[in-house]
C-alpha cells in the first residue's frame, strides 16, 4: 500500500510518458501505459486515483479508456491531454465524464494545479460514497423497523413509488418519522447518488424562505452581498425534502407551484429561468386539504404535491413496532456513550407500552436517551425514565384506579388531569382520548375547578 495518490499515464510516445512520470513521481505513486490495452490491465490491478490521458494513441481512441474507466466501481478521474487543433475531442470527451483537459504543448506548472484539483475531486467523491453508504445503513428502507399492520402499507407504498419521478406528500403527526421516509424514499430511488437537501419550512420568515429555496442575486436585498444558490439547485439531479410544507406563505406557495408545474426557478432578484431536475417530498403534520377548503393553503398547489400520499402512522397505533424500535435506540445510545445498556427491565416496558407517546417516535428517542445515561445496570428501570414517561397512562386498567382510595368524581378528575397532561394542554385530542366530545370535556373541568374551590 502507497499513501501517495495513484497517477496513470497514457501516452502512445515512451520519452512523453517518461517525462511526465519522471516530473510528478515525488508527488504521485507513477504507472504509465503506452496502450488502451496496457492502461486496462494497470486500471485492474492498482489503485488509481487520476487518469493523465492522451486522447490520440495511435490508431486507438483514448475516449475508449475513459469509457471503460467510468465503468469501474473505484472510477478514477480523467485528464484528457490533447492538441491545440483537437479541442473539440476534448469537449466531447468532457460530456462523456472526464474532470478537464490541457493541450499541448504541456504546460508543467499548469499541469501539476489541473491534477491536485483532480485528486481533490477524487477524495470528495469518495467522501460522499461513504456517507452515502453511511446513510444507507442509518437511513435506508431496510433501516424502517415496521412490523405493525399499521406500517405495512407505508413501507409497501414506498417501495412502489421510491422509483419514480412522482412528488410525494408524507403526512403525519409530530415525530412520526416522515422525515425518515423521505431518506428511505431517496435512498431507494435512481437519485440516491445525488443530494438529498432538506429544507424545514417552517424555521424561516417568507423572504428568507424564499431566498433559501431558490437563492438571490447580489443586491437583491439588503443583507445580500452575493450571489447565493438556492437549495433547489443545490438539490440537482437529487431530492428536495420540504418539511411543515404547511406554514409557507402565499407568495411562496405561487413560486412553488411553478416550479412543480414548470421545472425551473428564478433566484430572488433575477428575471433568468433555471431548469431544475428534482424531485421533490413534502411533509406536513397539518391537513393539507382541509387547508386548502378553507382557503389558507393554495388548493392548486395541494393538488400538485398530493400526486402521492403516504399517512404515517402515530406511535400508538403500531404497538407492535415498539419493543423493536427501543432495542435499536438503546443499542445505538450505548454505543455512542460507551454504556454496557442491553435492554428493558419488565416493569419499563410495561410502562412504555401503556404510554401514549404524544411526541411519537421522536419522544421515545429521547426517553430511551435518557434511560441510557441514567441507566446503573445493563437494563433501563423506570427509574431511568424521563419524570413525565412515569406519570401513570391515562389509559391504565380501570382496576389500577380503583385500587386506590378515592371516590369515582376523584378518579375521574385525575383521568381528566394525566388526559391534558399526556396532552400537553390540548383540550380537543385530550377528549378524543378520554372518548368525549370537547364541550363535555370543558363542562367537566369547570365542574373540577368549582369543587376544588369549595371549602
Known sequence: MHDLPGLLIVDDERNAREGLRRAFSEEFET???????????????????????????????????????????????????????????????????????????????????VLRRAVRSRQVETENQNLRQQLGRKFGLDRVIARSEAMAPVVEKIRQVAGSRATVLLEGESGTGKELAAHALHLSSPRRTFPFVAVHCAALSP???????????????????EKRIGRFEEAQRGTIFLDEIGEIDATTQIKLLRVLGERIIQRVGSNKAIPIDVRVIAATNRNLEQMAAEGSFREDLFFRLNVVRIVLPPLRE????????????????????????????????RLLSHYQWPGNVRELRMALEHGV???????????????????????????????TAMTLREAEKQWILQALHSCRGNRSEA?????????????????????????
Not at 319 to 335: G, R, T
Not at 378 to 403: C, K, N, Q, V, Y
Request: charged share 30%; glycine share 6%.
Open 31 to 113: 504507472y504509465t501505459a503506452e496502450s488502451v490495452e496496457v492502461a486496462k490491465r494497470v486500471l485492474e490491478d492498482e489503485t488509481i486515483d487520476v487518469v493523465l490521458l492522451d486522447l490520440r494513441l495511435g490508431k486507438e481512441s483514448g475516449l475508449d479508456l475513459l469509457d471503460f474507466s467510468k465503468s469501474l466501481l473505484a472510477s478514477p478521474v480523467c485528464v484528457i491531454m490533447t492538441a491545440y487543433g483537437s479541442v473539440d475531442n476534448a469537449v466531447e470527451a468532457i460530456k462523456r465524464g472526464a474532470y478537464d483537459y490541457v493541450t499541448k504543448p504541456l504546460d508543467l506548472g499548469k499541469l501539476e494545479i
Open 207 to 225: 423572504q428568507l424562505l424564499e431566498s433559501e429555496l431558490f437563492g438571490h442575486e447580489r443586491g437583491a436585498f439588503t443583507g445580500a452581498l
Open 318 to 349: 403500531r404497538k407492535e413496532d415498539l419493543l423493536l424500535l427501543c432495542q435499536a435506540f438503546i443499542s445505538e445510545f450505548a454505543q455512542e456513550n460507551g454504556k454496557r445498556v442491553i435492554g428493558l427491565t419488565k416493569e419499563a416496558e
Open 373 to 403: 445515561i441514567m441507566a446503573q445496570g445493563p437494563r433501563i428501570t423506570p427509574e431511568d425514565l424521563p419524570e413525565r414517561i412515569r406519570i401513570p397512562s391515562i389509559l391504565r386498567p380501570l382496576h389500577d384506579l380503583a385500587s
Open 431 to 455: 377528549a378524543r382520548r378520554l372518548g368525549i366530545s370537547r364541550k363535555t370535556l370543558l363542562r367537566k373541568i369547570a365542574e373540577t375547578e368549582r369543587n376544588d374551590r369549595v371549602p
